[in-house]
């Protein structure tokens, strides 16, 4: 497609149910993140894919979030046992190099709601 | 990990005005990037800075890639209230090599 696009675009899930969201990037993009963003707020950084390397997990606040990405393209980002606080939206952001250029555009997000 | 400095975190200002904002780092990045977020939408790249010193305008708003490498400032001029919403910076390239971070935005709202 023309642009990053995340699924489901709103989600509501029960407390302690898992949840999957979905991020197809910019195709040809070797970067992808994952960011966290609570209403009103900055954008948390979650994780980060570059290419073939080990991704920086550096930002998943707990064991319970995991994110991988399967083929150099799609990724998932999964939360399990889902708890009130992750309730925000979550972006996807892809970039890629054009010589010295980097650009990264988002997708529109994914509103989580647990309740 | 890198951080970016981004001030001020929020500006209300009347319909008009002109604004201004600014990130900093305490790293060389080769790359800064300026966006803005709409409510219930994602950020939108506004203005791409690749070179030291660098002055880029789209429209109302200009932004400069500062000469240390360090920080670069956003400025909006003759505020409309469809300027609202969340403001972002970004900068990579340096040692980050290709990963982008991300300042914390600057919310601003405009008085009509």
Redesign the interface.
Known sequence: GAG?SQSPSNKVTEKGKDVELRCDPISGHT?L?W?RQSL????E?LI?F?GNSAP?K?GLPSDRFSAERTGGSVSTLTIQRTQQEDSAVY?C?S?G?QG??????????TRLTVV | GQQLNQSPQSMFIQEGEDVSMNCTSSSIFNTWLWYKQDPGEGPVLLIALYKAGELTSNGRLTAQFGITRKDSFLNISASIPSDVGIYFCASGGGTSYGKLTFGQGTILTVHP
């Open positions: 990053v970067a993140y960011y009103g707020q900055g954008l950084f980060y570059q920086d550096s972006l952001a970039s190099r010295a250029r980097t650009e990264a555009f988002f997708g529109q997000g």
